[in-house]
């Protein structure tokens, strides 16, 4: 069984920064997309960035976009998400995901892998 191993979050004020880290296997790092994805209390699972596989493109939220960055580290099999600018509306449990199948990569069901998941917290 392969697994998503997460790390960091925390609390910050509004414009603070925070980097999550996704630790996965060689196999899940090298060959599947690997994504980001955040829950906030009452709400539904929202896409945040997405690494893909086939090319290593790499696409955002809208809400995100300017202020979030997700790199890899091939070395640590690793994904990282440096969030900069911290809103309050930021606020959420964040989640990594791996091997997406089909076209909407923001749809949390075509995910077969999850993380733990972290929560991040802003406030005003």
């Known amino acids: 069984q392969e697994q998503l191993v997460q790390s960091g979050g925390g609390s910050v004020q509004a414009g603070g920064s925070l980097t999550l880290s996704c630790a996965a296997s060689?196999?899940?790092?090298?060959?599947?997309?690997m994504a980001w994805f955040r829950q906030a209390p009452g709400m539904e699972r929202e896409g945040v960035a997405i690494?893909?596989?086939?090319?290593?493109?790499?696409s955002y939220a809208d809400s995100v976009k300017g202020r979030f960055t997700l790199s890899r580290d091939n070395a640590k099999t690793t994904v990282y998400l440096q969030m900069n600018s911290l809103k309050p509306e930021d606020t959420g449990v964040y989640y990594c995901?791996?091997?997406?199948?089909?076209?909407?990569?923001?749809?949390?069901?075509?995910?077969?892998?999850w993380g733990q998941g972290t929560q991040v917290t802003v406030s005003s």
């Open positions: 995901a791996a091997d997406f199948l089909g076209d909407f990569w923001f749809q949390p069901e075509r995910y077969r892998y």
């Open positions: 690494a893909r596989a086939d090319g290593g493109s790499i």
């Open positions: 060689e196999y899940i790092f090298s060959r599947k997309s």
